[in-house]
């Protein structure tokens, strides 16, 4: 366990073998069926995600042009999501970048780094607004930005408390310090005691601890109201990891779940110290309520939900329609029904994004903010669609979802039988075959569940985002109101002759 916060060196945009010799070096404290996990690289539950992970920075080297500029600080090559665009040709570039790897993982890997490079970004950009409570904040805000950037290091975060009891707020929980609080603060940092509900990606090497939304009673929320970051391996701090949904089998048996599996974690602190230096927020539950929207982070993470949100409805799409050619089912209506909503989906993704680019203007930051109702459109639009996509492959794909042998058989004894019952009409058998299984990975398995409960939730309960959305929006909505009430009482007048 390591209290260490700062690295002696910054090379710019990394590698995969530094990704993974980091990860070896300085642990996260993982934790996974009653075991502390010493090799995240190398263990059968988390090794998966790990090397895609790697792999994704190899790729971003590959991809140079698109994925890399040049760092403001060091000249180095550095990730572009880690830019501030004070243009549209540069968010345009943003959105490129991000492409590379959502392409890359047919978006099924909501969490690759630049998820939170995105929101670091933002808060970096947004920094005044954080100075605006404690002028450290904002300068820490903008030196983390430049830190990671310049190591190129991977985040995972962590917004809510424990699901205990959602009836009432943090600090009407049974125990003051189930979920995470200030316990202690002195001049060199805070100490935090209790829990966080989820971290996607805890095979990262810092944590982003933000305050999440829920904060209601400004003064017994206040020690539950900070904004920090710090390294997985700090002493005290704890990731207990759900059940793997990469099941340790091959490429061919288990296309998506050995390759995407990007793990979801309980937190834990155990009177975690965090230094000054790397707060960011404290004690102000209306700033801390505040603080996504007003620096804009929210916009910037969007922004990338929605370029991941275009890969996977084009990935889906895509699957759907070798399964309707393979099985020769493309002459039923239904099924180009099916078909159909399927591309309007993935062409609504791609809209709201192309309206977020075109609409996109200068902030009170001075940032190239992309447009918040398009992307808030289809932030609350894409937990609906995917489930359907889901259910779309279900229906097409049929029995043949699950009448599907593993690679063991198809080179067993047995492979005649295989070659011959398991062809399609457009497809032999060994075309088929892991066709198929990549149609049940994405949607029967329990990386394919995982997958849509994801979509439904990640972004926040979509019950309460249709209900922020409401609020937000409420002028735009108030407006189109009174337009139909004026057609309304046209009519009337017009029928009582006034
Ligand atoms: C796969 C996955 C990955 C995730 N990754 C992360 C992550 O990396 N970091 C992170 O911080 N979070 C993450 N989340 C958590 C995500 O932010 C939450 O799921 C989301 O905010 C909803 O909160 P909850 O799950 O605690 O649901 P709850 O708040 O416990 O809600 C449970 C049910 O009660 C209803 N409900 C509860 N309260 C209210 C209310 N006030 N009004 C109306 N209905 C209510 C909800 O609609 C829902 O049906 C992840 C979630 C999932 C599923």
């Not at 690289?41 to 792999?55: E, K, M, P, V, Y």
């Not at 920094?127 to 820490?140: K, Q």
């Not at 793997?244 to 990007?262: A, C, I, K, N, T």
């Amino acid at each position: 366990m390591s209290n260490k916060v700062s690295e002696p060196t910054a090379a710019g945009a990394r590698r995969g073998a530094q990704v993974l010799e980091r990860l070896r070096e300085r642990p996260p404290n993982i934790w996974y069926a009653g075991e502390q996990v010493r090799d995240v690289t190398t263990h059968r539950a988390l090794r998966g995600g790990a090397h895609t992970l790697a792999r994704l920075y190899d790729l971003q080297w590959q991809h140079a042009k698109t994925t890399l500029f040049d760092s403001p600080s060091s000249g180095r090559k550095v990730a572009r999501s880690f830019l501030i665009p004070r243009t549209q040709a540069e968010l345009c570039g943003i959105t490129a970048a991000m492409r590379v790897w959502a392409n890359d993982t047919r978006g099924m890997m909501g969490r690759v780094p630049d998820y939170i490079n995105r929101a670091m970004t933002g808060y970096a950009a947004g920094a005044d607004f954080l100075s605006e409570a404690d002028p450290r904040f904002g300068r820490n805000a903008v030196a983390y930005h430049e830190y990671l950037r310049e190591n190129d290091l991977c985040l995972t975060h962590t917004l809510i408390p424990p699901q205990a009891n959602r009836a009432v707020s943090m600090s009407h929980q049974a125990d003051p310090y189930l979920a995470a609080r200030v316990k202690d603060e002195t001049d060199s940092g805070i100490v935090v005691r209790g829990c966080r509900m989820l971290a996607t990606l805890p095979i990262s090497d810092e944590i982003m601890v933000f305050p999440s939304t829920l904060l209601k009673n400004a003064a017994e929320d206040a020690p539950y109201a900070f904004g920090f970051s710090i390294p997985n391996d700090t002493r005290g701090l704890r990731f207990i990891c759900r059940e793997s949904v990469d099941y340790g089998r091959s490429h061919f048996d288990h296309p998506l779940g050995s390759r995407f599996e990007e793990m979801d974690a309980v937190v834990i602190f155990d009177d975690v110290f965090v230094p000054w230096e790397r707060v960011f927020l404290y004690r102000d539950v209306e700033r801390c309520n505040q603080a996504y929207a007003r620096t804009g982070a929210v916009v910037h993470m969007t922004h990338q939900v929605v370029v991941k949100n275009i890969a996977k409805a084009e990935f889906m799409l895509g699957l759907a329609a070798l399964l309707v050619d393979a099985i020769a089912v493309e002459s039923f209506q239904h099924i180009q029904e099916k078909l159909s909503e399927l591309w309007v989906g993935a062409e609504s993704m791609k809209a709201f994004l192309r309206a977020a680019e075109a609409d996109a203007a200068i902030d009170e930051w001075g940032v190239m903010r992309p447009a918040w109702n398009p992307l808030d459109a289809a932030r609350n639009l894409f937990p609906r669609l995917y489930p359907r996509m889901v259910e779309i492959i279900q229906q097409i794909g049929a029995s043949g979802l699950v009448a599907m042998p593993m690679e063991k058989d198809v080179v067993g004894p047995l492979r005649e039988d295989i070659r011959h019952y398991y062809q399609a009409a457009r497809a032999e058998a060994y075309d088929r075959i892991p066709l198929f299984r990549l149609a049940w990975d994405a949607c029967l398995s329990a990386f394919g569940s995982r997958q849509v409960l994801y979509e439904r939730f990640f972004f926040g309960d979509p019950v309460r985002m249709a209900g922020a959305l409401v609020a937000n929006h409420k002028r735009q909505i108030d407006e189109q109101a009174a337009l139909v009430r004026q057609f309304v009482r046209q009519g009337r007048d017009e029928a009582l002759g006034r």
